[in-house]
């Protein structure tokens, strides 16, 4: 992650905290997966690869396996730049610095098609921030004309967004949607022989209120629901970075282990409890000298107002260096923009946002919330407000208003950062709704007053 010196505000070499993140899905959901009703061990599809397997993969693109935590739904790899996401029908691979996400696409395309029968891809998405240090970057991932090549070269059917001021702060999205060919909507890729990598085998030998509404392709609605947030920070206060610089090592002392670093500096600064802990497996890692990563694995549905269940996940990464500070906060747990009764509940969006912004206190701070179009269809058809509207509310009450919010699930009155009244407020800069075949998209950005 990032590396600095502790006795320095700031390094002499940047470190590109924003990340790049490409998920594939292989098919609409866990039960159209070839071996969905076969199970080995209680795992299916890409479950079923082996970490070695996934591990040579991050070899190409210039990242390792720190540890492993293993859910009833989802293995969450925490990695040395970011994490890796295996759901038994498709994957979600997030790097910083100057790794080579896209590298590892044709890679992975050929682990999903000789271990776990998948040839074919279902969706495809890939998306970045702006970068801090775009020059500091290699391969593809230089420019975006270079990342949309790329990808183009891949799939027949993608498109390609700008969200956000050019000049400024702004979000890139890459995106397919399902084709014709397959029974699922699949997408047959072009050959990844046009970037030649060793040969692999399988064990299976055998304020600018824009709302752009994009009409892209009329597809099926995905089986799964999909619903992402994403809160990217920067300008993080000195406060904030302060919890993530490690102390200089005591001479003569055994070396501290990094995961329980992480876990209890998790727990000092609330990070533990932005979501109910009964229901969290919490994964954290503490660099030395500064930084941190964590993955957790959610249980959810009790709190949920539409009643569905599952296992979801969050992710948080942040670089604390004065000169490029950042932290981004990413969840897949559908988050309701109705108050919640109860600590024990999953945190409604507004609270969510609440306890995610008074941990890091940015000067700056973009969301996106990328959900699927069924979740917004009853809304639409009654006229009422929908998913993509009631989440641009609530990110402007949550961010530019004074309210009480507790800062944990512990609903205790004051923060891990200091007092209610202490707490940082913002205006909005950009508001932008997007609509993609299958998929709405609410982004807003918001800088401190």
């Given amino acids: 992650m990032a590396v600095g010196d502790y006795h320095l505000p700031y390094t002499s070499t940047p470190f590109e905290g924003p990340e790049k993140l490409l998920e594939i899905w292989f098919a609409p959901s866990p039960v159209h997966v070839p071996d969905a009703h076969a199970p080995k061990n209680g795992r299916i599809g890409l479950r079923n690869v082996p970490q070695q397997v996934w591990e040579d993969m991050l070899d190409i693109v210039k990242c390792k396996v720190l540890s492993v935590i293993e859910g009833e739904e989802i293995d969450a790899y925490l990695l040395s730049e970011s994490s890796l996401f295996v759901f038994p029908h498709r994957i979600i ?24 029968s998948l040839p074919s891809v279902y969706r495809c998405f890939y998306s970045r921030k702006s970068f801090m240090f775009p020059e500091r970057q290699l391969g593809p991932h230089r420019e975006w004309k270079d990342e949309v090549s790329f990808l183009d070269a891949i799939f027949p059917n ?12 702004h ?17 047959a890729p072009s050959s990844p022989d046009a970037f030649p990598l060793p040969p692999l085998q399988s064990e299976n030998e055998e304020e600018n209120e ?4 994009l009409q892209h392709v009329e597809s099926e609605t995905p ?12 300008n993080l206060s000195p406060k904030a970075r302060e919890a993530f610089f490690m102390a200089p090592p005591v001479e003569d002392a055994p070396p501290e282990n990094p995961s329980v670093i992480g876990r209890t500096l ?10 109910p802990p009964h229901l969290t497996t919490l994964d954290a890692y503490a660099f030395t000298p500064c930084g941190y990563s964590s993955n957790a694995l959610l249980k959810w549905g009790d709190g949920v107002e539409d009643g569905h269940e599952g296992e979801g996940y969050y992710t948080i990464h942040v670089t604390p260096e004065a000169g490029w500070s950042y932290a981004s906060f990413e969840c897949n747990v559908p988050l309701s923009t109705s108050s919640s ?28 919330l990328f959900i699927s179009n069924v979740d917004n269809s009853s809304a639409e058809d009654d006229e009422g407000e929908t998913a993509v509207e009631a989440a641009q509310r609530t990110f402007k009450s949550a961010l530019t208003a004074q309210r009480h919010v507790s800062c944990s699930s512990s609903d ?18 950009d508001k932008i709704s997007y609509r993609f075949g299958g998929y709405n998209l609410a982004f807003a950005s918001f800088e401190c007053r």
Wanted: glycine share 8%.
């Fill in 341 to 368: 009764s109860s600590a024990k509940d999953i945190p409604d969006l507004y609270t969510l946002i609440r306890r995610v912004v008074d941990i890091f206190q940015p000067g700056r701070l973009s969301l996106t």
């Fill in 158 to 169: 993608g498109a390609a967004y700008t969200v956000g001021k050019v000049n400024g702060d």
């Fill in 223 to 234: 089986v799964t629901q999909d619903y992402t947030i994403e809160i990217l920070m920067s």
């Fill in 266 to 275: 998790s727990s000092a600064i609330g990070i533990s409890d932005l979501f």
């Fill in 171 to 187: 979000w890139l999205l890459y995106l397919t949607t399902p084709g014709q060919t397959g029974a699922n909507g699949e997408t």
């Fill in 412 to 429: 205790s009155v004051t923060s891990h950062r200091g007092k209610q009244s202490d707490r940082m407020l913002y205006r909005r800069t």
């Fill in 210 to 213: 824009t709302n752009q509404t």
């Fill in 93 to 116: 691979l997030k790097t910083c610095g100057t790794t080579l996400n896209l590298l590892g696409l044709p890679r992975i395309l050929e682990i999903a098609q000789n271990f776990a």
